[in-house]
């Protein structure tokens, strides 16, 4: 057997990351060197792999082999780029692991090269991109890439194994955001209901957290999802670094990430998880977490106390009149700074429009509390959104028209339209190539030995 096989074998790799944190564990710090991550370069001219005497079937995808040679490679790559020590217990999964990569890398390179033949545009990655990836990621180990390869082949992994592997995961990638980046449009819709949420929530508790999903559709349902986290759960407590585990097992779109989702707060994770992490520590590490679709591992990293306080950015158009101001000059004033109004599109043309009508003037207020605005100021801060306009109001002063630019809870950082964006239209590619993906499977024969 390949896995009886694998376990006689010991790979201690050097790019090991420290033991987790805490009271049940936790991943290396950022500053550490990350683990190689499915990762390969491109085979020398001279080199020929060295093949085992026997060879039989592991799996045939339509109609490509895969060999157990090639499956024994898989598993020692993930074997080495996790960290994780096979087991009895675990070497199985490993096993399984490897083989729904090497299914599903296959079934990407057949749809692409269709595409390729159908469209005639050039999508798998060149032996140069390929190159270019791996000294990238030899430079986060701190390593030239012949040295990188070099601890591989120490450990018994060929390099085309992580050739294979790196130009499946590229061009698959590129293939995903060039068909459908471009298509797939946030709305500023999603983009402001996702801002209030999170205003909203500032209030509550805050977790900086990492995560590995397991997608039960691929891993051969729900319990086979939960059995596979849990032998990740227990590898990571005794030392795995959970951002190479992540890179190589999590369906999450923060897979590539090492699995860094950042701060959430309640209600941006399926209920469950939210109830674990009330009950976690910063530097602790969950038992598996079954939701709908799969099972998550979460590890918080940091927790921080909401803030009653809310913080807004504003700028203003004002018109200045004096309190005992007759009532045709505050209506003047007023129609005046309305026509204005219309003509502002966001914070950062407000001074630009506003200096296009005399007596009108602009002005930056900067950040400060709700609390400590003006009583009229207030109640429009309050209320009003990022990027919208207030009405005019009276002031003993003036008249004024708000425009908020920003809006957060004291001590959080700044609700950022950009990186919402960002985030929103990562769920989006990774919801759109996991149905992809079974619908290739689902399409596809698939024989297994």
């Known amino acids: 057997m390949i896995a009886t096989a694998i376990l006689a074998v010991a790979l201690p790799i050097s790019l090991q990351a420290q033991p987790l944190r805490g009271a049940v564990g936790a991943p290396p710090p950022a ?26 079937v592991a799996a045939i995808v339509n109609d490509d082999i ?31 692991q490897a083989l729904l990569s090497l299914v599903d890398e296959t079934l990407q390179i057949q749809e692409l090269k269709r595409v390729q033949k159908d469209q005639k545009i050039s999508i798998i990655a060149t032996d140069d991109e390929v190159q270019d990836e791996l000294s990238g990621m030899a430079q986060q180990n701190n390593m030239k890439p012949e040295a990188f390869i070099a601890v591989l082949k120490s450990q018994g992994i060929t390099s085309q194994t992580l050739f294979d592997q790196i130009r499946a995961q590229m061009s698959w990638q590129r293939w995903i955001r060039g068909r459908y980046g471009t298509r797939l449009r946030i709305g500023e819709d999603q983009i402001k209901a996702t801002q209030v949420r999170m205003i909203a929530a500032a209030s509550k508790p805050q977790y900086e957290v990492s995560e590995v999903f397991l997608d039960a559709g691929r891993t051969g349902g729900m319990d086979a999802a939960v059995k596979g986290a849990t032998q990740l759960v227990a590898q990571l407590q005794q030392g795995a670094p959970f951002p190479a585990v ?55 990293r940091d927790k921080r106390a909401g803030s009653g306080q809310t913080l807004v950015s504003l700028k203003q158009a ?23 109004r219309s003509q502002i599109k966001d914070c950062a043309t407000l001074e630009s429009s506003v200096a296009k009508t005399p007596g009108v003037v602009a002005g930056d207020l900067g950040e400060a509390e ?21 009405q ?26 950009d990186q919402i964006e960002s985030r929103l239209t990562g769920q989006q590619l990774s919801m759109i190539s996991r149905r992809y993906m079974r619908d290739l499977r689902n399409s596809a024969t698939i024989e297994t030995r």
């Open 246 to 300: 992540a890179r190589q097992f999590s369906a999450s779109s923060t897979a590539a990430a090492g699995g860094d989702a950042g701060w959430i707060s309640q209600g941006e994770m399926p209920a469950a998880v939210d109830t674990a992490l009330d009950q976690l520590r910063p530097g602790q590490l969950s038992q598996p977490i079954p939701v709908k679709d799969g099972v998550y591992i979460i590890y918080l």
């Open 370 to 390: 709700t609390g400590d605005l003006l009583p009229e100021f207030a109640e429009a801060a309050k209320t009003l959104q990022p990027g919208q306009l207030s």
């Open 31 to 56: 500053t550490q060197p990350a683990a190689p991550v499915a990762a390969s370069a491109p085979t020398p001219a001279n080199y020929t792999p060295m093949r085992p005497m026997s060879e039989s």
């Open 392 to 417: 005019p109001i009276r002031t003993k002063v003036g008249l004024h028209v708000l425009a908020v630019c920003g809006k957060r809870a004291a001590g959080a950082a700044q609700v950022d339209h």
């Open 66 to 96: 895969i060999s157990t040679y090639d499956l024994a490679q898989r598993m020692r790559l993930l074997i080495a780029t996790t960290g994780v020590q096979p087991t009895q217990e675990n070497v199985q999964e490993f096993q399984q």
């Open 318 to 340: 004002a018109i200045a009149l004096p309190a005992d101001a007759s009532a045709a000059d505050v209506a003047a004033a007023k129609a005046t700074l309305v026509a204005v």
